[in-house]
């Protein structure tokens, strides 16, 4: 990353969890400005093997050694008392993973601001990347936002759009946005009190939800269309990843491709099965090739690897 060096230098607490808050982190650094706390979720045991996996952005934190903050509640008054420890100019936040109330929202000299990966009023929520190409739209983008007490509700301080390629699935779209999050926090701090001052209210008429992904979701009908289908696949790849029923295992559809298809075959039932056609299943108004699969115990393949190997049992998918 080649950030220019900031003119104004702030302190900063800085909240974040996942991989799309990392390259933030980063530009704010490398532009010169002093993160004098980051904030992230607890540390986490994996439920099979035991083991504690850690947040990216505490590995970042560790990192660069920044102080380091892991509230299971940060509107408690042991966090509170905690975070006033750091005089800051900006309370900065993205992918944090918690609401901020009031008293937290308070405590930066500055402001507190949210970097939030759609075109608010759009998507409000938790999953506005994978809801994006999940719902075949044609844009997303960046919206460097003041904090509030609601959820992603706040004035739109910086704003940029980006397209959504018909082929690009949520793990592009989200590298694309966490960088150019990392370029519009930057650019926000270099011109932050003339961007304060010219802050636009959202259009709540205009709004739209991006809850998080519920597990039954993420299970495909092929009674619906070919389109929806494929935009659902992108969607949710490479995770949590879109999945179907092969001969009674989790079939797991990482990519795939719409087909033609004008047949009498039912809805879910495999037209194609083989080397050359690869792996082609029926929708209601055509066919989609699941380019990409895994089945439960098995290691990810192409279709025509996966076809080689695999002897189905049924004609159906479900």
């Not at 500055?110 to 608010?120: D, E, F, M, T, W």
């Not at 795939?256 to 792996?279: C, H, L, P, R, Y």
């Amino acid at each position: 990353m080649n950030t220019a060096k900031a003119t104004k230098k702030y302190k900063i607490i800085y909240a974040g969890t996942p991989a799309f808050a990392v390259s933030p982190l980063e530009a704010m650094i490398e532009a010169g400005h002093e993160v004098v706390l980051v904030v992230t979720q607890p540390d986490r045991v994996n439920a099979r093997g035991g083991k504690i996996s850690i947040s990216p952005i505490k590995e970042t934190a560790l990192r660069f050694g920044l102080p380091l903050f892991q509230p299971s509640k940060i509107n408690t008054e042991e966090s509170l008392q905690q975070l006033r420890k750091y005089a800051c100019d900006y309370l900065i936040t993205a992918a944090y993973g918690q609401i901020l109330k009031e008293e937290v929202l308070a405590i930066p000299q500055k402001g507190c601001v949210n970097i939030h990966a759609s075109l608010l009023p759009l998507l409000r929520g938790a999953a506005p990347i994978h809801r994006a190409v999940m719902s075949g739209m044609a844009q997303s983008g960046i919206t460097i936002m003041e904090m509030d007490e609601g959820m992603d509700t706040g004035d739109i301080l910086l704003q940029q759009a980006v397209d959504i390629l018909p082929e690009m699935n949520s793990g592009q779209l989200h590298d694309c946005l966490s960088q150019l999050g990392a370029e519009m926090i930057v650019a926000f701090l270099e011109n932050a009190e003339r961007l304060w001052q010219s802050k636009q209210k959202q259009n709540g008429a205009l709004a739209s939800t991006a809850p998080k992904i519920q597990k039954e979701e993420l299970f495909l009908d092929f009674k619906n269309e070919t389109e929806v289908l494929y935009n659902k696949i992108r969607g949710l790849s490479p995770a949590p990843v879109a999945r179907c029923m092969l001969d009674g295992k989790v079939l797991k559809v990482y990519e795939s491709q719409m087909v033609e298809e004008t047949g009498f075959a039912k809805a879910g039932e495999i037209i194609a099965f083989d080397a050359k056609n690869g792996f082609v299943v029926r929708t209601v108004d055509g066919a989609l090739r699941l380019k990409r699969v895994q089945i439960e115990g098995k290691k990810q393949l192409s279709d025509t690897q996966f076809v080689i190997g695999y002897n189905i049992k049924r004609s159906m998918v479900k």
